[in-house]
C-alpha cells in the first residue's frame, strides 16, 4: 500500500500526490490511502486513470486485487463489476455505488482529492 500525507510533496487544491504514473500497471489497480482512506487508482483499457473506494459495496474485499477491463473493475470474489467513471455496480451481485474520487495527473504524478467539495 502506498501511504500519501499532507506532507506529501504537490498538495494542491485539495489534491494530494498517491503515486507516480509508472507505479501504476498499464491496466490494473494498486491501493493507496489517504489520511486513513483506503484507495485503488486504477489504469483502465483505454489508459484513463480513476480512483475509487478500494472496498467492494457487496462484501468487505479490496477491488484493487480485481481485474481490469475496459472501463470497469470486477470484484475477485463474487464478480461484482463497478464502472470507473461513475461508481455504479454494472453486475450483481453489488446493487450499492462506490465512491470515485477526481484525479489530476501533473508531471507524471497522480493526484487524488477525497475531500467532498470536488
Known sequence: MTEATAV???VTDG???VCSVEDLPTVGA??????GKVLA???DSAGDIHAIDDTCSHANVSLSEGDVEGGAIECWLHGSRFDLRTGEP???????PIAVY????NGGDVF???TKEN
Open 8 to 10: 506529501t510533496a504537490g
Open 15 to 17: 489534491y494530494v500526490r
Open 30 to 35: 494498486v491501493q493507496v490511502e489517504i489520511d
Open 41 to 43: 487508482v486504477v489504469r
Open 90 to 96: 454494472t453486475s450483481p451481485p453489488a446493487i450499492t
Open 102 to 105: 477526481p484525479v489530476k495527473i
Open 112 to 114: 487524488v482529492s477525497v
